[in-house]
């Protein structure tokens, strides 16, 4: 099972590119403010996707859906909350249409993704692990 402490290396694995955001962010706030650190994340995605690189976004998805798949149920709602909302929020405050960081998504997180899609647009009142 995937525990908080084991995110952020995930990431990184996954998206080397993101080293530099991280180490300011240890500067800036310790290990702690994860949250902080997703929409540090966030940013740099829209980054390397308006890039003409995308070769990283395939396996930053899939370590997204191993964080649902695999993850505690803390990093699950960080997954959500901290990942999901944070890439929705980052890329449209930037005028670039989150849904097109969906393809990269498995089928977890692009259940989670609908799901914060549908609590966004008032169709659930909230966005739940059990349907």
């Known amino acids: ?3 908080k402490v084991e995110v952020i290396p995930l990431l990184l694995q996954a998206c080397p590119g993101f080293s530099e955001a991280w180490a300011k962010h240890l500067q800036e706030h310790g290990d702690d403010l994860l949250y902080v650190a997703a929409g540090a994340f966030a940013a740099h995605l829209l980054a390397v996707f308006r890039s003409s690189d995308h070769s990283s ?3 930053i998805g899939e370590a997204i859906e191993q964080l649902y798949v ?5 990093v699950k709602e ?6 999901l909302e944070g890439i929705q ?9 989150p849904e097109r960081f969906v393809p990269y ?3 977890e997180s692009r259940r989670w993704w609908v799901g914060l899609n549908r609590f ?9 692990a059990d349907g």
């Open 78 to 83: 960080f997954a959500t909350i901290g990942l």
């Open 120 to 128: 966004w647009s008032g169709q659930v009142l909230q966005v739940r």
């Open 105 to 107: 998504l498995g089928p």
């Open 89 to 97: 929020n980052v890329w449209a405050n930037n005028n670039v249409d």
């Open 57 to 59: 976004l395939p396996a």
């Open 70 to 74: 695999d993850g505690s149920p803390w």
């Open 1 to 3: 099972m995937i525990e």
